[in-house]
């Protein structure tokens, strides 16, 4: 008989496993509360982010003074009612032939 098979070793190693996980597990908490803040991926570059933002904006609102989004909303809406739903033309019928395909020989 294996002598690992038997009841209480498989016992005895389920609480091993089990106490050696727990180990990792403190050990991660520790070291995570330990490692102090850590930095906010957004905030990371921001300013920079910021001023090109701000940056095309501004280029933006100089190429197109006039322009405001919710315009082109009723222009788009304005086209879509005024056009009419139609069919997609069937697709022509493949040409028939006498000619029975050829066998694999």
Known sequence: MNEQATPFARF????????IF???GIAALIFNLLSGPTADINSYDD????GVRQD??????K???DFKPED??????KELLESKPSPAPAPEAAPETDAAPAADQ
Do not use: K, M, S
């Not at 095309?56 to 609102?61: G, K, R, S, Y």
């Open 47 to 50: 300013e920079r982010r910021l």
């Open 56 to 61: 095309v904006d501004n280029e933006q609102a």
């Open 63 to 65: 190429l197109f003074p």
């Open 72 to 77: 082109t909303f009723a222009i788009v809406g």
């Open 12 to 19: 005895r190693y389920f609480w091993w496993t089990l106490g």
């Open 22 to 24: 727990a180990v990792f």
